[in-house]
T-cell receptor, first 113, second 112 residues
Framework: EAQVTQNPRYLITVTGKKLTVTCSQNMNHEYMSWYRQDPGLGLRQIYYSMNVEATDKGDVPEGYKVSRKEKRNFPLILESPSPNQTSLYFC????????????FGNGTRLTVT | GDSVTQMEGPVTLSEEAFLTINCTYTATGYPSLFWYVQYPGEGLQLLLKATKADDKGSNKGFEATYRKETTSFHLEKGSVQVSDSAVYFCALRGYNNNDMRFGAGTRLTVKP
């Protein structure tokens, strides 16, 4: 089954404790992206990657890191989480062609206390 | 920069009622327009899309027409069902193809 898999689904942590949210896709998609979803703000892009070893900042990259060492994986790293990073996070992927639709994971709900 | 504005919710309708969720956009050039749907506990799924002016996207009884003159892409369905209860997001992708802009989302609840 074609899918984007995120782990974990739920995560509660404390301020300053480094964490990683994993994302993997099995569709051989070139493009991958991370979004955060907050009430009243919709989805905002954190980082995206056009292909292996090619990443770039989205609208809200501060406090986050990403890497793209393999085509299928695109982990999101919070080196020192803060309470304002409490949010619902989505990973998404698509083919490189223009107008290809995004395929989303089921989300990771992160709470930072 | 590019942006999407969609009507605020929540929207509550009775089964078989007519649905309209308004969406307008601001963009440079000729963006592609999308509607995504998010069911509880799930990620967003593509509902329909339109890539040029006057295109009509349709899927599962939902429709939206790309209106460049009014910069709008309103979502409509003639007869909603309880199973349509979800959050609906309007989105656009601009000419650079790297950035998808989403509206704030509209929560729809359909009651039997």
């Amino acid at each position: 089954e074609a899918q984007v898999t995120q782990n974990p689904r739920y995560l509660i942590t404390v301020t300053g404790k480094k964490l990683t949210v994993t994302c993997s896709q099995n569709m051989n998609h070139e493009y991958m992206s991370w979004y955060r979803q907050d009430p009243g703000l919709g989805l905002r892009q954190i980082y995206y990657s056009m292909n292996v070893e090619a990443t770039d900042k989205g609208d809200v990259p501060e406090g986050y890191k990403v890497s793209r060492k393999e085509k299928r994986n695109f982990p999101l790293i919070l080196e020192s989480p803060s309470p304002n990073q409490t949010s619902l996070y989505f990973c998404a992927s698509r083919r490189g062609e223009y107008n290809s639709p995004l395929h989303f994971g089921n989300g990771t709900r992160l709470t930072v206390t | 920069g590019d942006s999407v504005t969609q009507m605020e919710g929540p929207v509550t309708l009775s089964e078989e009622a007519f649905l309209t969720i308004n969406c307008t956009y601001t963009a440079t050039g000729y963006p592609s327009l999308f509607w995504y749907v998010q069911y509880p506990g799930e990620g967003l799924q593509l509902l329909l899309k339109a890539t040029k002016a006057d295109d009509k996207g349709s899927n599962k009884g939902f429709e939206a027409t790309y209106r460049k003159e009014t910069t709008s892409f309103h979502l409509e369905k003639g007869s909603v069902q309880v199973s349509d209860s979800a959050v609906y997001f309007c989105a656009l992708r601009g000419y650079n193809n790297n950035d998808m802009r989403f509206g704030a989302g509209t929560r729809l609840t359909v009651k039997p």
